[in-house]
């Protein structure tokens, strides 16, 4: 088995982790900021230093590609360099990284391959300035128009679109999306979740990847003076908001099937101690393996907010954000991750992904998988988010043995 | 009965309605901003313009002084100028302007009172960017330190002050607070609420104000990945704050005793759409005439804070902001408001104030009382807010009535 360089590559995670570094290890580093053209710089000129040929799509997509023997469609790898906001080290960065500690091991060794390898850094993974997550990806594979997405515009800030800041970036490309034909993606991240840490399991073997849904509402009344106004006169979008964020919390944690529930988002209008708030507005994240008991629960929930909604005599304005199905990836590249892991002497597990990741909008357009290292107290989206050099060392290994074993593939 | 000029009264209105006009006739007039400084600099315009002599204490609160033939303690009159965020045209303006219409009116027919009259106007009876609310009444009738109130920071710039934007908008007087001698405090204000307009009722005689609490509470628990993580491990600040508004809001609307709530203002950290938020921020807004139902709602709805906090495994934060209890107005001064309406021909009915106002604050130090005029659909602190031009020349008479029988007194 081939084996990466375990401190080079450490040493290059704590090298990125200082672009955008908040506390002591964490990181924030946005799509599209000025964080995330340093780190993509950077990226850059590794990518160069190790000998590849760097492309830039229209979206902002780089692509680092070494040539193979065989003029046949790469095995690409990578994930993304962005971040939540005050997020953590290893979500994205550690599969983007790997890659290129792996390219640099074969360089090493000077060995060629059958396929091109092509790593890959997406733009805008996180989705937290510009809609939505995913983004690189979900185009890139063609579920999505580029000409759409690249006038989305920043959450916080009318003036920002996705056009404007890979402009301001430097990272507007020439090439076109989907130019480099691609056999097959493979993506190591961490696990973001807390079950390979608390089962004492070595490396996660996806099998699937959970449908999301996220919605946005907006319910709206009347503002009046909270000393004055009866009950009766009251329209209290605020109120309302409470109850339904309520029992979308207890949706989750009341019924058998496996959806989860979360409310991230809220802001009232005008915001102020002594006024009845006239318009509230908040995000729904649904996530389930299941597709139908996903559509159900959005469903009921949706319904449940009209019962509220009408009964105060509000109104309401649903923004339909995103709506992934659960993606199931093939059998033969779940079975490499499996392979990899056995022969390297890891346990596994094969597990659901509970987030959604660039491998999954991938296996729209060529075979996909990928590979989880565990998270310390599942823990992340935050600056304590943190893996153990040990399971980086790991995954990197177990993605890297099963590029090779694709890679010398005949077809 | 003597009376003001009607036509002057609301042309001087709608002047002052244009400072911080916001739409068709809303208006925002933030108090210390630089709109609060064009409708203060107008007003000692025009105190000035009537003879006044003008005084600016240290805490920017307005007096102009109309000379009365025996030096006796003053009548005193007004209300504030400064409004709420995209708040209306009469909240403040009404009472101040109306004292100052009926000094004109005095002037032009050349009569004299005994006691001195004292037409003011309190700085930042809102409160909506610098606590206390009621700021310049509280401190001036002895209720609170000058130095705590004027390093009363903004909520929404750290750098401001009330000392800073006091000297920034030139308002920093030198007098000290409560130099001159009130023997009265009369105010004249919208009602804010419904209830005369439903009544048909054209004066209400105000023979109370409400207790007011203000408190804000933060919960926090850990931000975490909204797909990954089980309902078991999540420590959901936002999911806790919503179980706790809904109770909030069902408080009032389930029980018997008085008592109105409010949740008017929120913020969740990170507040993004994928991740479970660390930290909820809420304000409570508790009001009452039955100082016994306002303590026991409190008392209520702490305990089942700290319920839901206990059992989510949460951290509970709580700030008092405000504790006002009940103020109830003396006889002589309501039965001077409930004859002047009579002896004008208008219809009159006793209530308690929902709001809080600069009147309950100077009665700690004065015989005060207020006068209300109907609201149209009860709406205030909103841009709709209107009263009708009859109702705004019905209570200035009073209020000029009013104080003519107490300018008179011997004592």
Redesign the interface.
């Given at each position: 088995m081939m084996k990466i360089n375990d401190q080079r590559l450490l040493a290059n995670i704590a090298r990125y982790a200082e672009i955008g570094k908040v506390g002591e290890i964490g990181v924030e580093r946005i799509a599209l900021s000025d964080e995330d053209k340093l780190a993509r710089d950077l990226l850059k000129e590794q990518m160069l230093h190790l000998g590849l040929e760097v492309h830039i799509d229209q979206l902002g997509n780089m692509f680092g590609m070494r040539k193979g023997k065989k003029d046949l469609p790469a095995v690409a790898f990578g994930s993304h360099l962005d971040t939540?906001?005050?997020g953590g080290r290893y979500d994205g960065a550690l599969g983007v990284l790997a890659g290129l500690e792996l390219i640099q091991s074969l360089n090493d060794a000077n060995t060629e391959t059958d396929r091109p390898l092509v790593l890959v850094n997406f733009t805008n993974e996180e989705?937290?300035r510009f809609a939505p997550?995913m983004m690189g990806s979900h185009v890139y594979s063609g579920q999505a128009k580029l000409e759409d997405i690249l006038n989305s515009v920043a959450y916080d800030n009318p003036d920002d679109t996705v056009r404007s800041r890979l402009k301001a970036i430097g990272y507007n490309g020439e090439m076109k999306l989907g130019s480099i034909p691609f056999d097959s993606f493979l993506e190591l991240h961490i696990?973001?979740?807390?079950v390979l840490e608390k089962e004492s399991v070595d490396i996660g073997v996806v099998e699937m990847v959970?449908g999301?849904h996220?919605t946005?509402y907006a319910i709206e009344g009347?503002?009046?003076?909270?000393?004055?106004?009866?009950?009766i006169?009251r329209k209290?979008a605020?109120?309302a908001?409470?109850?339904?964020?309520?029992y979308?919390?207890d949706y989750?944690?009341k019924q058998a099937n496996p959806v989860?529930t979360?409310?991230?988002?809220?802001?009232?209008e005008?915001?102020?101690?002594?006024?009845?708030?006239?318009k509230a507005t908040f995000?729904l994240?649904l996530?389930s393996p299941d597709d139908e008991a996903l559509s159900q629960a959005q469903t009921e929930i949706d319904a449940y907010i009209n019962d509220i909604v009408t009964t105060a005599e509000l109104t309401l304005n649903k923004e339909v954000?995103v709506r992934f199905k659960p993606v199931h990836f093939p059998a033969d590249m779940v079975e490499l991750v499996q392979t990899a892991s056995e022969n390297l002497g890891l346990s596994s597990k094969q597990m659901p992904?509970?987030?959604?990741h660039d491998a999954q909008m991938m296996s729209a357009c060529c075979s996909s998988t990928m590979i989880f290292v565990p998270s310390v107290r599942?823990?992340?989206?935050?600056i304590e988010e943190y893996t153990k050099d040990e399971d980086v060392v790991n995954g990197a290994n177990v993605l890297f043995n099963a590029v090779l074993s694709r890679v010398y593939a005949t077809n």
């Amino acid at each position: 088995m081939m084996k990466i360089n375990d401190q080079r590559l450490l040493a290059n995670i704590a090298r990125y982790a200082e672009i955008g570094k908040v506390g002591e290890i964490g990181v924030e580093r946005i799509a599209l900021s000025d964080e995330d053209k340093l780190a993509r710089d950077l990226l850059k000129e590794q990518m160069l230093h190790l000998g590849l040929e760097v492309h830039i799509d229209q979206l902002g997509n780089m692509f680092g590609m070494r040539k193979g023997k065989k003029d046949l469609p790469a095995v690409a790898f990578g994930s993304h360099l962005d971040t939540v906001y005050a997020g953590g080290r290893y979500d994205g960065a550690l599969g983007v990284l790997a890659g290129l500690e792996l390219i640099q091991s074969l360089n090493d060794a000077n060995t060629e391959t059958d396929r091109p390898l092509v790593l890959v850094n997406f733009t805008n993974e996180e989705g937290v300035r510009f809609a939505p997550d995913m983004m690189g990806s979900h185009v890139y594979s063609g579920q999505a128009k580029l000409e759409d997405i690249l006038n989305s515009v920043a959450y916080d800030n009318p003036d920002d679109t996705v056009r404007s800041r890979l402009k301001a970036i430097g990272y507007n490309g020439e090439m076109k999306l989907g130019s480099i034909p691609f056999d097959s993606f493979l993506e190591l991240h961490i696990e973001q979740g807390p079950v390979l840490e608390k089962e004492s399991v070595d490396i996660g073997v996806v099998e699937m990847v959970q449908g999301i849904h996220w919605t946005r509402y907006a319910i709206e009344g009347e503002a009046n003076h909270a000393g004055t106004t009866p009950n009766i006169y009251r329209k209290d979008a605020g109120y309302a908001s409470a109850k339904i964020i309520d029992y979308i919390g207890d949706y989750s944690r009341k019924q058998a099937n496996p959806v989860l529930t979360t409310v991230g988002a809220i802001a009232y209008e005008p915001n102020t101690i002594n006024i009845i708030p006239k318009k509230a507005t908040f995000s729904l994240d649904l996530r389930s393996p299941d597709d139908e008991a996903l559509s159900q629960a959005q469903t009921e929930i949706d319904a449940y907010i009209n019962d509220i909604v009408t009964t105060a005599e509000l109104t309401l304005n649903k923004e339909v954000l995103v709506r992934f199905k659960p993606v199931h990836f093939p059998a033969d590249m779940v079975e490499l991750v499996q392979t990899a892991s056995e022969n390297l002497g890891l346990s596994s597990k094969q597990m659901p992904s509970g987030a959604g990741h660039d491998a999954q909008m991938m296996s729209a357009c060529c075979s996909s998988t990928m590979i989880f290292v565990p998270s310390v107290r599942g823990i992340s989206h935050n600056i304590e988010e943190y893996t153990k050099d040990e399971d980086v060392v790991n995954g990197a290994n177990v993605l890297f043995n099963a590029v090779l074993s694709r890679v010398y593939a005949t077809n």
